[in-house]
C-alpha cells in the first residue's frame, strides 16, 4: 500500500470517525503542533520520561482528533517535576535556552508545548477535554526543569540572562 492516498490533494483531510474538514482548520494547526512538539522530544528521547510524554502526546491528539478521552497524569508530571527541582540550584535569574545539546532541545520543545498551549487556550473549550490544558501547562514546567538538570547533569550552567547595557 502506497503512503500517499491523495485524499488530502485539495486541501482536505480526514479525522478519526470519517469527519473530513480543510487543513486550514484551527484544529490541525493544533494537532500539527502536537506532532511538532512529539518530533522535538525525539531528539532527547533518551529520557525514559520522555517515551512516555511521547505516548502520551499521541493519545492527546488522539483525543482532540477524535473526542476520546485524554487521561494525561497531571499529578505524575507534577511528581517528576518536584523530584528533579529537588536536584537543582535554586533558579534566581530568568535563563536563555541553552547549554548541552540535550537541554536546548528540551527548551526547544518547551518552546513548541507553550505554543501548543496558547492555540489550546484560544480554542472554544467546548472543544478541548477537561485536563488537556492543565496537562500542557504543567508538561511545559516538566521540559523547563528537564532542559535545566541536563545542564546540571553535565555540568553546564544554565545561561543566565543579563539585561543589556
Same mark, same amino acid.
Not at 537543582?88 to 513548541?112: D, K, Q, W
Not at 477537561?130 to 538538570?149: E, H, P, Q
Given at each position: 500500500?502506497?503512503i500517499?492516498?491523495?485524499t488530502?490533494?485539495?486541501?482536505i ?27 522535538h ?32 497524569d497531571?499529578t $505524575?508530571? $507534577? ?17 536563555l535556552p541553552g ?13 513548541v ?5 496558547? =492555540? ?18 504543567? =508538561?511545559?514546567? =516538566? ?12 555540568k ?10
Amino acid at each position: 500500500m502506497p503512503i500517499y492516498t491523495k485524499t488530502g490533494d485539495k486541501g482536505i483531510t480526514g479525522l478519526p470517525g470519517g469527519k473530513r474538514l480543510a487543513k486550514s482548520n484551527a484544529l490541525f494547526a493544533i494537532l500539527g503542533t502536537i506532532d511538532e512538539l512529539n518530533a522535538h522530544l525525539g531528539f532527547a528521547g533518551s529520557l525514559k520520561i520522555v517515551k512516555q510524554i511521547q505516548k502520551e502526546l499521541f493519545e492527546l491528539g488522539a483525543s482532540i482528533a477524535g473526542g476520546s478521552k485524554f487521561a494525561g497524569d497531571v499529578t $505524575e508530571l $507534577e511528581k517528576h517535576i518536584d523530584v528533579i527541582d529537588k536536584k537543582l540550584p535554586p533558579l534566581r535569574n530568568f535563563i536563555l535556552p541553552g547549554g548541552t545539546l540535550e537541554a536546548s532541545h528540551l527548551h526547544l520543545a518547551r518552546t513548541v508545548c507553550r505554543r501548543l498551549e496558547r =492555540l489550546l487556550a484560544k480554542t472554544p473549550q467546548k472543544y478541548i477535554k477537561k485536563g488537556i490544558l492543565k496537562y500542557v501547562n504543567r =508538561l511545559s514546567d =516538566l521540559l523547563f526543569v528537564l532542559a535545566r538538570n541536563a545542564n546540571y547533569t553535565s555540568k553546564v550552567s544554565d545561561i543566565i540572562w543579563k539585561k543589556s547595557q
